[in-house]
């Protein structure tokens, strides 16, 4: 039930392995709450700033809490928009990871996966699969010592993907949602 399949990696693939990457640590979505409650509150003291000037007829805080308000409402969007943060680290890893656009040639065995690409090959025995992630568009797999894979789900008919799963399932490897 071996199957060799060849693809290359698209921008897309990688942002959705940023995606799941984030989803998966919990501490990544802790700190991006966090931040929010950070914003909103000073936000909200910003806007307290706003009033008490607007009470006192203080043009010239008005102005600085308004130029203020407007930075802020702009970091707001930034930091609460994991998207934006998603495509921002695809573009740097697109521009500087070169070898991101070679060929990569995966073979799929009952014991094991070979994952090999322009600078790397990898021989990765199922038994050290940490998990391995379904979401749309690939199969994002985790090695036990945290390097991670990126399978493009694209790149399968529809005859090899439900063996690709059964390989899984045989080594009692549970494929998530992401």
């Not at 890893?93 to 790397?120: C, D, T």
């Not at 021989?123 to 399978?151: C, D, G, K, M, P």
Request: contains cysteine.
């Amino acid at each position: 039930m071996a199957m060799s399949l060849e693809f290359t990696l698209k921008p897309q693939d990688f942002e959705e392995s940023f995606m799941i990457y984030h989803n998966s640590k919990p501490y990544l979505r802790y700190t991006s709450i966090f931040m929010i409650y950070v914003l909103i509150i000073f936000v909200g003291f910003l806007a307290a700033l706003k009033i008490h000037a607007l009470i006192n007829n203080d043009v010239d805080t008005l102005k600085r809490v308004d130029d203020s308000l407007l930075v802020f409402t702009g970091l707001a969007l930034l930091i609460c928009s994991p998207g934006f943060w998603y495509k921002l680290m695809t573009a740097f890893m697109w521009k500087v990871g070169h070898f991101l656009k070679e060929p990569v040639l995966v073979q799929i065995e009952e014991s094991m996966f070979i994952y090999k690409n322009a600078v790397m090959k990898s021989e990765i025995q199922w038994s050290s699969i940490q998990s391995v992630t379904e979401s749309n568009h690939i199969f994002f797999i985790v090695h036990r010592l945290q390097a991670s894979y990126i399978v493009p789900k694209r790149i399968f008919t529809e005859k090899n993907i439900n063996e690709f799963k059964q390989i899984l399932a045989s080594n009692n490897i549970l494929i998530q949602k992401g």
